[in-house]
């Protein structure tokens, strides 16, 4: 199976200023305009998300001829038939930052495929993914078949006026990335034994918790354990979430069962040199996803996965998890 290049991807093109808005059925469909020459930010990254290809201070402006404030960006890299874990968010297309904030409630609704009629609204549930400065949203969506979806954003700021944005995306008929219900590829990942007990050797985090380095994936298998398995890379991370997520979890493990094992490990081939981690390039200059992540399967970075005891997953999270999400996963794969 082919892979995809190891970057927090967005599940359609970038939505960016660049997009032209046009009014459909009494909501603001955006859809992708011709992208200004030069390299645009890898779809997804925390430049993706703050700068837009061809951006204009001038906005756009909505049915009614109305300013669009907000235009929406699926950041969910896969979303295939079935259940789905949607996260989301919005930019400004004046400062062309993001700009979800505890103040902006969403809602989100879907149109299939050879359909007219929406989906009810589901409450998007507002997440930190970056304390004070990055927003997302994290809703949960049934898709019955494959094909080109409309989402419908229906977002209403805090003393403003309510806003209804379509926007397309694609639904696939299978993931690449492992997913809840598979069994975890049996990979060997790296140890603070392998280290030789040099913890800089496996690990970018500057502020590393030595016990997610002392079990590989395939011994926590072998050994029936139950475990939390984070990819995350704080020093090489494309989309900038990977420390932020990195250190949650870290704090999750104060608290989880003993039972329970916790495992970092960086997704991109990785050299120790001069003291420090540097990354295996490709030849156009690329990061390189290393074979744990071509294991799983990875589209993006970070990811967290939960495995139980008979290795079977339990919890997907891509980029950001609740507390809720966590301890709940926690809690279930500690009793299976």
């Known amino acids: 199976m082919r892979r995809l290049p190891l970057a927090f991807v967005v599940a359609i093109a970038l939505v960016a200023v660049a997009c032209k808005p046009v009014d459909q059925g009494g909501?603001?469909?955006?859809?992708?305009?011709?992208?200004?020459t030069g390299a645009a930010p890898s779809a997804g990254s925390s430049a993706?998300?703050?700068?837009?290809?061809?951006?204009?201070?001038?906005?756009?402006?909505?049915?009614?001829?109305?300013?669009?404030?907000?235009y929406p960006v699926i950041i969910s890299s896969q979303l295939a038939v079935g259940e789905n874990r949607v996260v989301f968010s919005f930019i400004d297309p004046?400062?062309?930052?993001?700009?979800?904030?505890?103040?902006?409630?969403?809602?989100?609704?879907?149109?299939?495929?050879?359909?007219?009629?929406?989906t009810p609204a589901v409450q998007g549930e507002f997440v930190w993914a970056i304390e004070g400065t990055r927003g997302e949203y994290i809703a949960h969506a049934t898709f019955a078949s494959a094909g080109d979806w409309k989402a419908i954003f229906l977002i209403a700021p805090k003393g403003g006026t309510q806003q209804a944005i379509g926007l397309p995306f694609t639904v696939?008929?299978?993931?690449?990335?492992?997913?809840?219900?598979?069994?975890?590829?049996?990979?060997?990942?790296?140890?603070?034994?392998?280290?030789g007990?040099?913890?800089?050797?496996?690990?970018?985090?500057t502020t590393p918790d030595p016990t997610f380095y002392q079990v590989s994936v395939d011994q926590a298998l072998s050994r029936q354990t139950p475990f939390i398995l984070v990819f995350?890379?704080?020093?090489?991370?494309?989309?900038?979430?990977?420390?932020?997520?990195?250190?949650?979890v870290k704090k999750a493990k104060a608290?989880?069962?003993?039972?329970?094992?916790?495992?970092?490990?960086?997704?991109y081939n990785l050299t120790y040199t001069d003291g420090r981690l540097q990354p295996v390039l490709d030849s156009a200059g690329n990061l390189v996803p290393n074979d744990a992540?071509?294991?799983?399967?990875?589209?993006?970075?970070?990811?967290?996965?939960?495995?139980?005891?008979n290795g079977v997953v339990q919890g997907s999270f891509e980029g950001i998890v609740t507390q809720q999400e966590l301890s709940d996963v926690i809690a279930k794969i500690a009793a299976s």
């Open 232 to 248: 995350a890379t704080p020093a090489f991370c494309r989309s900038a979430q990977c420390g932020p997520t990195l250190d949650f």
């Open 48 to 70: 993706a998300l703050s700068t837009a290809p061809g951006a204009s201070s001038t906005g756009a402006t909505a049915s009614g001829g109305s300013t669009l404030a907000y």
């Open 27 to 36: 909501f603001v469909v955006v859809t992708q305009a011709p992208v200004a």
């Open 94 to 118: 004046k400062t062309q930052l993001p700009n979800g904030t505890p103040d902006l409630a969403a809602a989100i609704s879907f149109i299939a495929p050879g359909t007219t009629e929406p």
């Open 172 to 195: 696939l008929l299978k993931p690449t990335v492992i997913s809840i219900g598979d069994h975890a590829p049996n990979t060997k990942t790296p140890t603070l034994s392998d280290a």
């Open 293 to 309: 992540s071509n294991a799983w399967g990875l589209p993006s970075e970070p990811w967290i996965f939960a495995v139980d005891r």
């Open 197 to 205: 007990g040099d913890i800089r050797r496996i690990s970018s985090d």
């Open 255 to 267: 608290s989880a069962p003993a039972s329970v094992a916790f495992i970092n490990v960086e997704p």
